[in-house]
């Protein structure tokens, strides 16, 4: 069970020396070969063999250390990119693909899925929550889009920190700090006196929500099989479950426990939005709780690779095999022998001034420059803001004051339960581009257009009729796919870049997001007294999306993260 020191522990040098499968030398003994047939190994091979049985031998009969050379030298000459770095995380790469698809990676799956749990459970909580909040505090249901406002600051900036610190300092304090903030503020807001105190605690939790995604796609996508890199698009099915359960929990409190005027309303009448809002939290807290206590999540080997610990490294990926209950030939000789020696450590301790403030220089475009170190990478970074920038404005300005549009045709309990169907539809979205991002000719940049393109098509249908129960069937429509969308959007976005500054990069991708969110309400707000514009601007923006995910110039299907 974990300390709560591991709460900002990053350093992990407990080997596993059980699970070390020594490579073989001897240029014979290739692929092919026989797995049960153990002539020709030295007699450490042999017995080790003989020990593990055919099982533990998996990785040592599918490579030598002179096939592994070979396989690196050759995905150097592929990528254009020879550095130390690169070669160890290739090797990484092999490292856990022989390793294979088990236990700790679906443990991760569930985890991470928390993540995604978290943000949409909120950004759907806080939707949920408009129309009682303006009934008890007195606002119009136009002025109570500036909650969503205060929820989309605290996103903005737990996006840019965390995308930044997880490349900085670790994925693993990101990783069990971001639901704690938002478990813990979420349970604050229940409580909340009046409206700029609830608006202040959205804020707050958002400093956790936003965080999370950025980060927990960067540690799934580190730690998969390269074979195994298209389960990241089902990862979104966990966003759909955050729907469904903020929108169970809406139905269940507010219709039953909320002021059916707002002239009379008081906080004794108006119970619902906090019950609401103190489950969330608490459902929140105890996805903390599973994360940190349940589970040992070892630091990313790439990001230890990219700090030049790489004996830490070595110890994680140790660490997954006897996760897995399997073997693994992955050792500090190896990486050296193929990858280059790590800079010898200063012998000089640093003090505590110059700890900190090597910190904060990481924070720095120098964590940036290098998503534009090529043509191709610098017009994909590119693009890919640019998607996630207009989807941000575009899903906003549609899902997060949905009830709000469903409501102005159909009663309150009508309105929550329609919400809960759409909620329902979402689910399955991912895992239909999960079984297409591996097609030829269609791969992750066509599940993604195709599914935005749609989407785009769905939110003018929306419009076109005032029918509660067509609106219906267009929102449940609409749901599915941009699940699928945002499936493969987040799974693409962490592929295509290289893992020193992964974080960065999705951090960025995600803080453009949310500050596009943010000004989706202000534009519901102010722009336009027709109801249904932010609908068609809604749709006008994914479709720009969908033409910039046409011109990507890369397609990740069958190609190794780095």
């Known amino acids: 069970m974990p300390d709560w020191k591991d709460l900002f522990t990053t350093r992990d040098r407990r080997f596993y020396p059980d699970v070390v499968t020594p490579l073989a030398r001897d240029t014979t003994y290739t692929a092919s070969r026989d797995p049960t047939d153990t002539s ?57 693909q022989d390793i294979g698809m088990g236990s700790y990676q679906w443990g991760l799956f569930v985890l991470c899925g928390f993540g995604w749990i978290a943000d949409n459970l909120w950004l759907q909580g806080v939707a949920l929550t408009l ?10 249901e136009t002025d109570s889009r500036f909650a969503t406002c205060a929820l989309f600051v605290g996103l903005i900036i737990g996006a840019s920190f965390w995308g930044i610190a997880s490349d900085a300092i670790g994925r693993r304090p990101a990783f069990n700090c971001t639901l704690f903030l938002c478990g813990a503020f979420g349970l604050a807001a229940g409580g909340a006196p009046n409206w700029v105190g609830t608006c202040a605690l959205y804020s707050c939790l958002g400093l956790g929500v936003g965080g999370n995604m950025p980060v927990d796609a960067a540690i799934f996508c580190e730690c998969l099989p390269p074979d195994s890199g298209n389960i990241l698009s089902a990862l979104a099915t966990w966003w759909s479950v955050g729907t469904l359960i903020a929108s169970m929990l809406a139905w269940a409190f507010i219709p039953n ?67 897995n209950r399997t073997t693994t030939w992955l050792t500090e000789e190896v990486l050296n022998e193929i990858g280059g020696h790590a800079e010898e450590e200063q012998a000089k301790a640093k003090s505590t001034t ?18 534009f170190a090529s043509k191709r990478l610098g017009f994909s970074t590119i693009l890919i803001w640019f998607c996630w920038t207009c989807i941000g404005m575009g899903y906003t300005l549609f899902n997060a004051f949905l009830p709000q549009y469903l409501g102005a045709n159909s009663s309150t309990y009508e309105t929550y339960r329609n919400y809960a169907i759409t909620a329902v539809c979402g689910i399955p979205g991912p895992f239909l581009s999960w079984a297409m991002v591996d097609i030829p000719y269609i791969g992750r940049k066509g599940t993604m257009a195709i599914s935005t393109c749609i989407t785009a098509v769905l939110l003018f249908c929306f419009t076109a009729t005032k029918d509660p129960n067509v609106q219906l069937v267009c929102s449940a429509l609409e749901s599915f796919f941009q699940m699928m969308m945002y499936g493969v959007l987040y799974a693409y976005t962490p592929e295509v870049f290289p893992a020193p500054n992964r974080g960065t990069a999705t951090g960025i ?14 534009i519901g707000i102010y722009a336009s007294e027709n109801p249904v514009a932010p609908i068609y601007a809604a749709g006008g923006l994914l479709l720009a999306a969908f033409v910039a995910m046409v011109f990507m110039p890369i397609e990740t299907r069958g190609k190794q993260t780095v």
């Open 509 to 522: 991708a995600s803080c453009l997001n949310r500050i596009a969110g943010l000004m989706a309400p202000i």
């Open 131 to 140: 129309t009682p909040l303006s009934k008890e505090f007195g606002i119009s």
């Open 257 to 323: 426990f909320s002021c059916a005027d707002a002239a009379t309303c008081t906080r004794a009448d108006n119970w619902g939005w906090r019950y609401l809002v103190l489950s969330l939290g608490a459902v929140t807290f105890l996805m903390f709780l599973c994360r940190f206590f349940l589970f040992t999540y070892y630091e990313s080997p790439k990001f230890l690779v990219a700090r030049n610990r790489q004996d830490e490294a070595v110890a994680a990926v140790q660490g997954i095999a006897r996760k």
């Open 40 to 96: 020709g190994l030295n007699s450490t091979n042999a017995e080790s063999l003989q020990a593990k049985g055919v099982a533990g031998a998996h990785a040592t009969t599918q490579l030598t250390l002179d096939e592994l050379r070979a396989e690196v030298e050759q995905g150097v000459i592929v990528s254009g990119h020879d550095s130390s770095y690169d070669r160890k995380a290739k090797i990484i790469n092999r490292a856990i």
């Open 354 to 371: 110059e700890i900190i403030t090597g910190s904060f220089e990481r924070f720095s475009y120098q964590q940036i420059l290098p998503l």
